[in-house]
């Protein structure tokens, strides 16, 4: 579908923005103009341009004391969001406690926002995990078990929406030809689980299994992620069986009733 030129220059300008506020993280929380145009290769003016709005918008403020900007009130609101979705799967932390020390992997509850999978709450294992999963951090749908448990189960235009888009290679075995991703996605629904190994990064495994609400729609998924050299695949089965039981007792808890 093409755009005009007013909608093409709408959604660089959204992605720009969206640019400028993943920059800012606890470790690196206050950039400058000059650092942010650094580091996006963007020119000055467009940066200045893009952060007036924001601040503008409450999304960034400034620090008298050294002209730097920081994140403002409205993206804390946002994050006051992502806590209320994390409070409704409060009751479902034992079951992540439990799933990490049985399979002695990092397990998670994971969402979709936004075409992105966030990872919504986690507990981790005994086993050091040098990927970052941490909570509230966000991946691409396509290239990993949690994002495709989730969209496996999403409408055909939001699927047509995701697969159609450029998607990004991170590995040699990332799927990114939108038939073939969506012949992957079809067999996801048809087995009611997902299993990526090395699509996000080499040498890294994910099991994932959808869990539904109340109204019986898929909402978000239960993962355990790790690094493959400590799981064997005579493995796989047991970690999906008891995936999709634990997976089923998380939608009970969200008001889902299998007749």
């Known amino acids: 579908m093409k755009h005009s030129l007013n909608e093409q220059y709408f959604i660089i300008s959204v992605k720009n923005a969206m640019r400028i506020l993943r920059l800012f993280t606890p470790k690196a929380p206050e950039f400058g103009?000059?650092?942010?145009?650094?580091?996006?290769?963007?020119?000055?003016?467009?940066?200045?341009?893009?952060?007036?709005?924001?601040?503008?918008?409450?999304?960034?403020?400034?620090?008298?004391s050294n002209d730097l900007y920081r994140l403002g009130?409205?993206?804390?609101?946002?994050?006051?969001?992502?806590?209320?979705?994390?409070?409704?799967?409060?009751?479902?932390?034992?079951?992540?406690?439990?799933?990490?020390?049985?399979?002695?992997?990092?397990?998670?509850?994971?969402?979709?926002?936004?075409?992105?999978?966030?990872?919504?709450?986690?507990?981790?294992?005994?086993?050091?995990?040098k990927l970052v999963t941490k909570s509230g951090r966000h991946n691409d749908l396509h290239c990993t078990a949690e994002g495709l448990a989730i969209l496996a189960f999403k409408s055909r235009a939001i699927i047509e929406n995701v697969t159609s888009q450029p998607l990004k290679k991170y590995t040699e075995f990332t799927v990114i030809s939108p038939i073939q991703l969506r012949q992957v996605i079809n067999q996801i629904h048809y087995d009611q689980f997902a299993i990526?190994?090395?699509?996000?990064?080499?040498?890294?495994?994910?099991?994932?299994?959808?869990?539904?609400?109340?109204?019986?729609?898929?909402?978000?998924?239960?993962?355990?992620?790790?690094?493959?050299k400590y799981i064997h695949e005579s493995q796989y089965d047991e970690i999906i069986a008891v995936l999709q039981k634990n997976a089923k007792e998380i939608s009970e808890m969200l008001g889902y009733y299998d007749e």
């Open 33 to 64: 103009i000059t650092e942010i145009t650094k580091r996006l290769n963007l020119s000055k003016g467009t940066v200045h341009r893009y952060v007036k709005e924001l601040v503008q918008e409450g999304f960034l403020v400034q620090n008298t």
């Open 73 to 129: 009130l409205s993206i804390l609101a946002l994050g006051g969001i992502v806590q209320s979705h994390k409070e409704a799967y409060e009751d479902a932390k034992p079951i992540l406690v439990d799933l990490a020390s049985r399979f002695n992997l990092p397990a998670h509850i994971c969402v979709m926002e936004h075409n992105k999978v966030v990872y919504l709450l986690r507990e981790m294992s005994e086993l050091s995990m």
């Open 196 to 228: 990526t190994k090395d699509t996000y990064a080499v040498g890294f495994i994910s099991f994932a299994v959808p869990i539904k609400d109340y109204s019986g729609d898929v909402v978000s998924s239960l993962a355990l992620i790790g690094e493959s």
